[in-house]
């Protein structure tokens, strides 16, 4: 993910530990669905972060990665260096072209009011072609939103690694946000460990809602819900088609 207003430490100076925290490997089956759900051949990325679904999307696809963090895109450019990486926010982006699709992973929690929501739909089907797909993808709806710990990290070959530990909570249920907490150990070479700690604001929005930007922005809407073998909430998947 990589967050809007771009002040995040951890799309910052910590996105050279993106691969430590969230492995590529990791995102095996669900770049293999939500590819499923892509069409055409030419497909924009909004928020692409370390390109990790890129980096399995990329077989079958050509893809340009837009994303507001100029480090994390230095991540995905080793890792994606074939594809094309454009630095900007999917509130406002018009890059004058259309793609057969439009995919927002993740990274479209951190739309946290109705006004954000709206805006990145518009700009979704700014770029879709007529007859063209817009993908989003957030963590949880309010429906299915849920209040809990997540921990994780991995170790690298040159002897750096990664423990961290994520608490979402909802201080307000009847406010469009919620707060995640996260806590890193990051161990340098040398072994060195240091600790960070900072909080992140996300989107908790209706599925009626979800569903209400991408008709304003001019889609025809439908849902589906996620096929996974993780043991968790399967996500809603937001799917706008552009008229023909």
């Not at 994390?72 to 990486?85: F, K, Y």
Request: charged letters at 30%.
């Amino acid at each position: 993910m990589s967050e809007p207003t771009g002040k995040l430490r951890f799309y910052g100076e910590l996105a050279e530990w993106w691969p430590l925290i969230s492995p590529v490997e990791d995102y095996v089956e669900e770049a293999a669905y939500f590819g499923g759900l892509l069409q055409g051949l030419e497909v924009l990325e909004l928020g692409s972060g370390g390109g990790h679904n890129a980096f399995y999307l990329k077989r079958e696809f050509a893809l340009t990665l837009v994303d507001l963090s100029e480090e994390m895109l230095d991540v995905s450019r080793a890792l994606n260096p074939e594809c094309e990486h454009l630095a900007g926010d999917m509130r406002t982006l018009r890059l004058g072209r259309e793609f057969d699709s439009v995919f927002v992973h993740d990274a479209v929690d951190y739309m946290t009011t109705l006004a954000d929501l709206h805006k990145l739909a518009e700009t979704a089907f700014t770029h879709c072609r007529p007859g063209g797909t817009a993908v989003l993808v957030p963590d949880a709806t309010r429906e299915t939103f849920e209040e809990g710990t997540e921990h994780g990290g991995c170790d690298a070959p040159d002897g750096r690694g990664v423990r961290y530990l994520e608490w979402t909570r909802d201080p307000d249920p009847e406010d469009s946000w919620a707060l995640t907490d996260y806590s890193f150990l990051l161990k340098d070479a040398q072994g060195v460990v240091r600790s960070v700690h900072e909080t992140h604001r996300i989107g908790v929005f209706s599925e009626a809602e979800w569903s209400a930007a991408l008709v304003g922005a001019g889609f025809e809407a439908r849902t589906v819900d996620e096929e996974t073998l993780d043991e968790r909430t399967p996500r809603t998947v937001f799917i706008g088609r552009r008229p023909r």
